[in-house]
């Protein structure tokens, strides 16, 4: 079973390049959530959604920060424009919940460093 | 404010030694309590689910303290494998996303 797969890996940009990030999750879990990772403030909930529809998306650090869910089997992160301090690993996770929230299954992460 | 907070460490100790990492938790209401592995340059992965009885996998013991809000996880005779960032997760209620505290680093050495 192929597990929650992000795209890309690892990107390396410069500053003011819009980023687009994305996650396809494992077939017939319905939540999906995008991380962000840092060594200071560790794994920090950005948005996510239950059956495509975003919950809460407080933890988008600002405008310039997006991602939508246009069907069950992908999400996309857009950053635009990056910011040196936007550098992170990305982890997208997806789950089944019924009642509770369900195991959380990660994504190997992207790693990205805007320069 | 729902907080998880953990003792970042390192923990270094020797193959076979017993080491425990505590998490306190913020809010008594919470319902579910997790500890997630992260390797180095990895994916967090559930390590094991904490139940109020305490719960055992193996090596792994993980216990609840609902009257003083935190939970802890016990390794017995480590294992140079077991050097990893264990993360302390709670689920404040089936509604909201699970809540994860920074994380301990333990290494383990030969």
């Known amino acids: 079973d192929a597990g929650v797969i992000q795209s890309p890996r690892h990107e390396v940009t410069e500053m003011g390049q819009e980023v687009t990030l994305r996650c396809k999750p494992i077939s017939g879990h319905n939540s999906l959530f995008w991380y962000r990772q840092t060594m200071m403030r560790g794994l920090e909930l950005l948005i996510y959604f239950n059956n495509n529809v975003p919950i809460d998306d407080s933890g988008m650090p600002e405008d310039r920060f997006s991602a939508k869910m246009p069907n069950a089997s992908f999400s996309t992160l857009k950053i635009q424009p990056s910011e040196p301090r936007d550098s992170a690993v990305y982890f997208c996770a997806s789950s089944y919940r019924q009642g509770g929230t369900g195991e959380l299954f990660f994504g190997e992460g992207s790693r990205l460093t805007v320069l | 404010r729902k907080e998880v907070e953990q003792d970042p460490g390192p923990f270094n100790v020797p193959e076979g030694a017993t080491v425990a990492f505590n998490c306190t938790y913020s809010?008594?209401?919470?319902?579910?309590f997790f500890w997630y592995r992260q390797d180095c340059r990895k994916e967090p992965k559930l390590l094991m689910s904490v139940y109020s009885s305490g719960n055992e996998d193996g090596r792994f013991t993980a216990q609840l303290n609902r009257a003083s809000q935190y939970i802890s996880l016990l390794i017995r005779d480590s294992k140079l494998s077991d050097s990893a960032t264990y993360l302390c997760v709670v689920d404040y209620s089936g509604n909201t996303p699970l809540v994860f505290g920074k994380g301990t680093r333990l290494s383990v050495i030969a």
């Open positions: 809010n008594s209401a919470s319902q579910s």
